[in-house]
């Protein structure tokens, strides 16, 4: 079946400071991985996305490169802010058929906390 | 343009009543989502339908849990009766298409509080 491993949180930095939060999957057929965003009192929104190995998908300064020989998808930012501050979601979908074809599966969720 | 509207945003019951969620998907989104979230942990899949049909209902408890779309639009989870385990996030999520690479678009969901 398919599962997405995140590290364990929470992840607290001060602002300015370097991001990464790692995340692993596995997955049967060939997956598409996201990044998902959860401020506080909203819902989930997407971050950035990739759909193929290798493909860098970016956002609010944000990255995240799809690396198959490692089956990871980390996360990245270079000087985060405390705007920054929620809970992130690494997700991914496969073109595997049946019922989980298209079914987004989530790993736990990361809480990031930047302080001033 | 509209995002996914979900209510209510949040609802409080005792154990054993009935309770429904109401969700509208984005205007022209065929594929619709029901996923759980419990407290510390990622979103699991309840339901996806693909305009009125149910495509994946294998995580959906159907013992007290039910769902329908209705002319492939809006959509309503209940659960009758509901159980103190139940107190979650209940999130609905919309697509244009089923396919892999669509981005899903989640409502800010309804906190069930079951005493």
């Known amino acids: 079946g398919n599962s997405v491993t995140q590290m364990e949180g929470p992840v607290t930095l001060s602002e300015e400071a370097f991001l990464t939060i790692n995340c692993t999957y596995t997955a049967t057929g060939y997956p598409s991985l996201f990044w998902y965003v959860q401020y506080p009192g909203e819902g989930l929104q997407l971050l950035l996305k990739?759909?193929?190995?290798?493909d860098k998908g970016s956002n609010k300064g944000f990255e995240a490169t799809y690396r198959k020989e490692t089956t990871s998808f980390h996360l990245e930012k270079g000087s985060v802010q405390v705007s920054d501050s929620a809970v992130y979601f690494c997700?991914?979908?496969?073109?595997?058929?049946?019922?989980?074809?298209?079914?987004?599966?989530f790993g736990q969720g990361t809480i990031l906390t930047v302080h001033p | 343009e509209a995002g996914v509207v979900q209510s209510p945003r949040y609802k409080i019951i005792e154990k054993k009543q009935p309770v429904a969620f109401w969700c509208n998907p984005i205007?022209?989104?065929?594929?619709l989502y029901w996923y759980l979230q419990n407290l510390g942990q990622g979103p699991e899949l309840l339901i996806r339908?693909?305009?009125?049909?149910?495509?994946?209902d294998s995580q959906l408890p159907k013992d007290r849990f039910s769902a329908e779309r209705l002319k492939g639009v809006d959509s309503t989870l209940k659960i009758q009766p509901a159980e103190l385990g139940d107190s979650a996030v209940y999130l609905c999520a919309s697509s244009l298409g089923g396919i892999p690479t669509d981005t899903q678009y989640f409502g800010p969901g309804t906190r069930l509080t079951v005493l």
């Open positions: 339908y693909e305009n009125e049909e149910a495509v994946d």
């Open positions: 997700a991914l979908t496969t073109n595997a058929g049946g019922t989980s074809y298209g079914k987004l599966t």
């Open positions: 990739a759909t193929k190995a290798d």
């Open positions: 205007s022209g989104h065929n594929t």
